[in-house]
């Protein structure tokens, strides 16, 4: 413990609020959060032998920390959750972001909403479903549902410029808006039905349409009638691949964690309407992590922030803040879920929990395996190249130009042998001008990478150059400019055709063979092979691939950039400063293309005559 961390453990206050725990380079490690900080916060510095191993490992890490008060234990829940989203701590449970994650929205202020599969949650009054772990299985839900309800599949443009009805209205999939009288709240009516059946209400729903049936007879309206006939009829049909488990009006979520020395797998069962219509699998890297009643708090509040709240969420084990955990994971105007542990529950739900622990277990299991397949590899690797340490953090580097324009490096990132691309990077080369230059552009991305990986102590163990021994030797001309770094550099060069001459030196008839992937290394006149097929060879053949890979999707980007930018520069009346000026406003060519004549006109230089031009030759 250092005088800085001794120093602020004398004033901390007995007060509820969030603790962040700091490294050597001020980042953030850890996020907790107290009823009391003064005892939680001293509790991490006293006598180690009371502590785990995981915890040891973060107290060895800490240099610094801060604190922020708070008025309840729900705030600091709250309060907590939001950091964790945005330091991303290393010691922290952490859920994949959500954003990642598919979303269903729906707009029901448009005359005529649809089911969209969204992956970015907007604060824009529209409802949204989710998020869903699966995009594969949603899609699948989705086809079920709309054979169900014959809803809209057309984009607005089909839409808008509809002359007759499509197939799907034929197939009765379809009510046919675009051309036909059909009442928006019929629709939208329907609509909400839809979501009941995404939610798992099968039978909810079904009674819902079996009223409008009778209503819609009584009405003589025959041909509604029999549309409503057809979907519980598909309703029930849908609600065969389900297996009723319990009472029909029983709805809530399950959660089992499994727990290791290295891993954490958290399961979520979801019962629907009496049937288990589904579950989610979590599996975390254990770190810092002291016991599991500090991981399930932080998984739930990740969990459900934007997703469904079931009435009722079943843990595996008791945890003290269950009500606290409850009020901040409720939506405000929403009602508040009952969160209880299994103990002393009756059936069914021992039963739902069993199952929910079978699959916790199962991930963990799984996690796990790949974890040692992947540490195999990593040690294996070592062996081949003759490393002084697993490479647990691999990057790779790599070029990508066309005739010296638009030249962008790559440096992705493997941890523990698995892609990480919350860590890829993208550098756009400033020294080499005309050209093309990889040796100038390896220089330039290798100094600025061991630059800022000094400054942030992010440096990986290990880091792949692609190329041969040129390529290699401008890398270490950087590494040279930072005396005294211990930073493992190697190359990875690609296979190439190997000519072979027979007799009085004709050209041999024979097949062409490919010389062997090379690792080139410094000091060592002679490259090491690698061995087609094995962990070595699939490790770095990998990472160069994925580099390759990255550069050239951002190369791309960036050459149609420029190309579109050039396009102003072909327009008669268009000077530099205008376009600056339109780019500044408009943002994009794209944006620039998209706008009305008067939005252009309010541009400084830009009269009627200007604009016509420039809309004329970026539509082209």
Known sequence: MNATVRTKLTSLPRSPGVYFMKGSKGQVLYVGKAKDLKSRVSSYFTDSKDHSPKTRSLVREIQDFEVMLVKTEVDALLLERTLIKHHQPPFNILLRDDKEYPYIRIDFSVDWPRLEIVRRRQDDKSEYFGPFSAAGSLRTSLEAIKRVFPLIRCNQWEFEHAKRV????????????????????????????????????????????????????????????????????AIEILSEKQTVILDPDIEGDVISLKESADMIAIHVAMIRSGRLIGGDSFTFPVNGLENPSEALPQFMLQYYDGRYLPTRIIISSVMDEMDDIAKAITPEGSRQPEIRSLK??????????????????????????????????????????????????????????????????????????????????????????????????????????????????????????????????????????????????????????????GKQGAVSTSAPRHSLERVFKPGHDTPIPLVPGSPAFRLMTQIRDEAHRFAITKHRRKRGNLAKKSLLEEIEGVGPKTREALLKQFGSIDAIASASVEALMQIKGVNDDLARKVLAKLSK
């Open 166 to 233: 499509c197939n799907y209205y034929h197939m009765k999939m379809c009510l046919g808006p675009c051309v036909l009288p059909v009442e928006k709240e019929t629709y939208k009516s329907m609509l909400r039905d839809a979501m009941a059946l995404l939610q798992g209400k099968n039978d909810e729903v079904a009674k819902t349409l079996e009223s409008k049936m009778i209503t819609a007879s009584e009405r003589e309206q025959y041909e509604l009638a029999a549309s409503y006939r057809d979907q519980i009829k």
């Open 344 to 501: 002393n529950l009756r059936a069914p739900w021992p039963d739902l929990a069993a199952i929910a622990e079978k699959n916790a277990q199962y991930a963990h299991d799984e996690a796990v395996r790949n974890l040692d397949r992947r540490r195999s590899s990593l040690e294996a690797l070592q062996t081949t190249l003759g490393l002084e340490r697993p490479p647990r953090r691999m990057e790779c580097i790599d070029i990508s130009n066309l005739q010296g324009t638009a030249i962008v490096a790559s440096n992705v990132c493997f941890m523990d042998g698995h892609p990480d691309k919350s860590l890829y990077r993208i550098y756009n080369i400033e020294s080499v001008q005309g050209a093309p230059d990889d040796f100038a552009s390896i220089r330039e991305v290798v100094r600025r990478r061991v630059e800022r990986g000094l400054r942030e102590g992010d440096l990986p163990d290990l880091l792949i150059i692609d190329g041969g021994r040129g390529q290699l030797e401008s890398a270490m001309t950087s590494i040279a400019e930072f005396p005294g770094l211990q930073l493992q550099v190697v190359s990875l060069a690609k296979s190439r055709l190997e000519n072979k001459r």
